[in-house]
């Protein structure tokens, strides 16, 4: 055929021409996988540097001594950081349980002893008194301190407002309960003697 037109020849040269092509991107792509493979890991997951749970932890802030917090509240500011809890709590003398227990008098206040309240098992399972130390886990995360808590109240991770909430709680009280105080400076060792 003459006249310019694409006889079968060019168009087998062409398809031969890009398979070829395709051919050499495939084998290129096997020898590039088969020199820069990656390793395989004996288990899954990634390899962290040793140490670094440790540095996690020592890297979380410590917080101060809850006596110290203590005498640092507020009433006032605690009053206002608990209006939250007014949503589930009583706050009034002789007020009965809302969806949670009331909280007049719960500092010092036996755990779970509310009459007629339905309290969850670990609560139940507690025991003891309502100690500011315990207030002070509790709020941080109801849900670590009490296994199963019907409580959903995520936790107050300040320490500070923590401690204000606790300061307003123990002035609801007929007769509250002192406030935690710091233990006393160790003394300083006394300097040897000169002889």
């Avoid at 003459?2 to 050499?24: E, Q």
């Avoid at 809890?85 to 706050?91: G, P, T, Y």
């Avoid at 296994?147 to 709680?169: C, F, H, N, V």
């Amino acid at each position: 055929m003459s006249g310019g037109g694409i006889t079968t020849t060019d168009s087998n040269k062409t398809a031969l021409a890009v398979m070829m092509v395709l051919l050499l991107t495939m084998a290129l792509g096997v020898f590039s996988n088969a020199l820069y493979s990656p390793e395989k890991a004996a288990k899954p997951g990634y390899n962290l540097p040793e140490g670094s749970a440790k540095t996690a932890t020592a890297a979380a802030p410590k917080e101060p001594p809850l006596p110290a917090l203590m005498a640092k509240a507020e009433v006032k500011k605690g009053e206002t950081d608990a209006h939250v809890c007014q949503a589930c709590h009583n706050f009034e003398k002789g007020a009965g349980p809302k969806v949670g227990p009331p909280l007049y008098g719960v500092v010092g206040r036996p755990k779970g002893s509310i009459a007629g309240f339905q309290y969850s098992d670990g609560m139940k399972a507690k025991g003891g008194d309502w100690t500011y130390a315990d207030l002070n886990t509790f709020l941080t995360k109801p849900s670590t301190y009490v296994s199963g808590t019907k409580m959903t109240y995520p936790g107050e991770p300040d320490p500070q407002k923590r401690a204000d909430i606790i300061d307003y709680l123990h002035t609801l009280s007929d007769s509250p309960l002192p406030l935690p105080k710091e233990a006393a400076a160790a003394p300083a060792p006394a300097a040897p003697a000169k002889k």
